[in-house]
């Protein structure tokens, strides 16, 4: 069973350097061992400055900067670090269809992490993604679409 999860806690990713510390994070090298990552929307060389001009092109540079997901594979469902790229570029080309998003496969434990960040402004229409209920069942929804098609029929929720 996949397991989705939100690194969103209330109070977290408000401080300035939020886009650029959670960027680095997810596309450490000693983590993408096979470098399986992917963006849109952003300068490759400076993402989260790329989010950053969006926020500030739409007067919103307070407030949460950005939406950080994971979903954990367990062995006996997803072994292939290559099927965990193709599934996060689907999500990505989703996402990005209105916000900017990098995304990362992570192989630096004994099951695949699949990391999905993305701008919480818009760059079509600089609304936030607020993180309601709504919005986050309509992405959870999306995410299960995809896995589905990859044979991963679960997706359970877990919360931080």
């Known amino acids: 069973m996949a397991i989705f ?3 969103n806690k209330k ?3 408000l401080d300035s350097d939020a886009r650029n ?3 680095n994070y997810i596309l450490k090298p000693e983590k993408i061992v096979n470098n399986y990552y992917g963006m849109i929307m952003v300068d490759y060389d400076s993402p989260h400055r790329s989010m ?3 926020a500030a092109l739409y007067n919103k540079s307070n407030g949460v900067k950005l939406r950080h997901f994971i979903i954990s594979f367990s062995k006996d469902e997803l072994s292939e670090p290559k099927v965990a790229d193709n599934i996060g570029k689907e999500i990505m080309y989703r996402i990005g269809d209105t916000f900017q998003c990098v ?3 992570h192989e630096d434990t004994d099951y695949i992490n699949l990391h999905i960040v993305f701008n919480s402004v818009s760059y079509n229409t600089g609304k936030r993604f607020g993180g309601t209920h709504k919005e986050f069942y309509h992405l959870q929804k999306m995410m299960y679409r995809i896995l589905y098609n990859y044979g991963i029929f679960s ?4 919360s931080n």
Request: no cysteine.
């Open 103 to 105: 995304y990362a496969v």
């Open 52 to 54: 950053d001009e969006v």
């Open 11 to 13: 109070g977290k990713y």
């Open 155 to 158: 997706l359970r929720y877990v």
């Open 21 to 23: 510390d959670v960027i």
């Open 5 to 7: 999860k939100t690194a």
